[in-house]
């Protein structure tokens, strides 16, 4: 697929997006014609109190949760006019999630969780064996969805789709496959636990697990919610380095952080009150560590003045 490559356009457009939920026939009006847009190749930090919608806010933005009303397009699709399956695939082949409670398959080992999600990509065409037979039964659950993964249960089997002889359909291999899900954690520092189970290894070590699986089919955008959440400080700075990293390469980041560190690390920072963008804090890429103390400062101080 062609990257736009320095000519930026908007990767996501958000207008007027609203999101309700409804608990024992009360209304709680969770986002609030939200309007923002992400240029290809950003890093936006969305910050506020807990509870203002910051996680209603991603999930609705990737499709993973329906909105109540407003529109959003992400790399020029209209994502409530999409099918369930359609919206499925998009997840799949141009979205990555990282999430703060890892969802990896218990029954697959490290590197077979992070190949999962090429092995079962349409665009991808994976023939042969499959990376997810060991876990056919429980990669349609909760878990897999969550990591983006739905159609799990049915690409572990033997649903190989038909080479189209277009470009798109370009076969790859198990072997390529893995080949690069080895490239990827070698690059993440990580290619030492291929073989483990997901609790023979740290949490930052999983984490950079979940960033390569997030990785494998190449996103336009990765989804983050609270990704350092769970990590100690080295841990997370591992992992920011390794987020802020493959930004720098091009993959557009949305990442909601209540870690000033964190978000000092992003080209931009929404602040988000009441369901509704309160302020935006540009603060350019981050490309010199030597401006990381400065950035934090900078940030912190536009914090208070946003009630942080
Ligand atoms: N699945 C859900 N059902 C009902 N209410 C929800 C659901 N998810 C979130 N909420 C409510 O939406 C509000 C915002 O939640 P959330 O987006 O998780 O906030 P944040 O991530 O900023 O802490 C909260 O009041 C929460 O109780
Ligand atoms: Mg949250």
């Known amino acids: 697929m062609m990257r736009k490559g320095k000519n930026m356009s908007k990767i996501?457009?958000?207008?007027?997006l609203c999101k309700t939920?409804?608990?024992n026939k009360k209304q709680n009006n969770v986002l609030r014609n939200v309007n923002f847009s992400i240029d290809e190749g950003e890093m936006v930090g969305i910050m506020g109190p807990s509870g203002s919608g910051k996680s209603t806010l991603l999930y609705t933005v990737s499709g993973m949760d329906k909105m109540t009303a407003g529109e959003v397009t992400f790399n020029g699709k209209n994502l409530s006019k999409l099918k369930e399956n359609e919206m499925a695939d998009v997840r799949l082949d141009e979205m990555g999630f990282v999430f703060q409670q890892m969802y990896m398959m218990k029954n697959l080992s490290i590197l077979d969780n992070i190949m999962l999600p090429a092995v079962k990509s349409k665009k991808g065409d994976c023939v042969g064996n499959t990376a997810g037979n060991k876990s056919a039964s429980s990669a349609g659950t909760d878990e897999a969805k969550k990591a983006g993964n739905e159609s799990a249960g049915e690409a572990a089997g033997n649903n190989t789709v038909k080479n189209s002889g277009t470009d798109k359909g370009k076969k790859e291999s198990r072997k390529e496959i893995r080949d690069r899900a080895i490239s990827l954690m070698h690059k993440l520092g990580i290619e030492d636990t291929a073989n483990n189970?997901?609790?023979?290894?740290?949490g930052g070590q999983l984490q950079r697990a979940c960033i390569?699986?997030?990785?494998?089919?190449?996103?336009r955008v990765i989804f983050a919610d609270e990704p350092t959440g769970a990590l100690n400080r080295t841990a997370s700075d591992e992992v920011m380095d390794e987020i802020?990293?493959?930004?720098n390469e091009g993959t557009t980041v949305m990442l909601v952080t209540h870690d000033v560190k964190v978000a000092a690390k992003c080209s931009r920072v929404l602040y988000i009150v009441d369901g509704n963008i309160k302020g935006e804090k540009q603060l350019g890429k981050c490309v010199n560590p030597s401006q990381v103390r400065e950035r934090e400062r900078d940030l912190n101080n536009w914090l208070m003045e946003m009630g942080w």
């Open 21 to 23: 939920y409804v608990v």
């Open 12 to 16: 996501i457009d958000v207008k007027d």
């Open 212 to 219: 390569c699986r997030s990785m494998i089919n190449r996103p």
């Open 197 to 202: 189970g997901i609790n023979e290894v740290s």
């Open 244 to 247: 802020v990293n493959l930004n």
